[in-house]
């Protein structure tokens, strides 16, 4: 995810997602980590228990070299949601083009009652760290970035091709019907 810092527009630029064995996961998350750089910070969320602790900790071992942040889960899915639903319900997230958009768009549409609420979790999570962060711009555009790795989930902070649109895309909540706006080229 990345927010342009004059007009504060959100940008998911990518999805990586996908139900994996432990293993695999991880190899998918440190090839995202090299596929992105070392420019892009790293958040990982922490799942309560000694299990989340060590995931935590051992994840933040195999990046090293890159700037990986943990943050706790204290709050409920819900409450840790609302600040970024509000975003979208006002028009300040845009999506780039990719077949990943209607699952994830699915997915933000159907929480809390949906059967997976993972891209949601990480997404809200990219959310705040964004804003709670002032130096996640890089240097060379005006995007800032972060990425969010979490139960298998890897929402991926790559900027992707110039040539790629980005979508304004919203549902209809009762119906589940998506509703897609061409912003630009």
């Known amino acids: 995810m990345g927010r342009d810092k004059e007009n504060k527009i959100l940008y998911e630029m990518d999805i990586v997602r996908g139900r994996r064995e432990p293993a695999e996961v991880e190899r998918q ?16 969320l922490k799942d309560p228990g000694q299990a989340g602790k ?19 889960e204290i709050e409920s899915k819900e409450n840790r949601a609302d600040p970024f639903a509000a975003q979208c319900t006002n028009g300040f997230l845009k999506l780039i083009e990719g077949t990943w958009n209607h699952a994830f768009v699915n997915e933000l549409c159907c929480f809390p009652n949906a059967a997976h609420d993972d891209q949601v979790d990480a997404a809200s999570a990219a ?59």
Do not use: N
């Not at 980590?33 to 990982?44: C, F, N, P, S, T």
């Not at 060590?54 to 706790?72: R, S, W």
């Open 54 to 72: 060590f995931q935590a900790h051992y994840m933040a071992g195999q990046l090293q070299g890159y700037t990986v942040k943990i943050e706790a």
């Open 29 to 44: 998350i440190l090839a995202c980590a090299l596929l992105d750089g070392e420019k892009v910070r790293i958040q990982l």
């Open 127 to 185: 959310f705040r760290a964004l804003v709670r962060r002032r130096h996640f711009f890089d240097g060379r555009s005006t995007i800032w970035l972060a990425r969010i790795i979490v139960h298998g989930t890897s929402p991926s902070g790559s900027r992707g091709g110039a040539c790629r649109r980005a979508a304004s895309i919203s549902c209809d909540c009762d119906s589940h019907t998506l509703q897609r706006k061409q912003l630009s080229r």
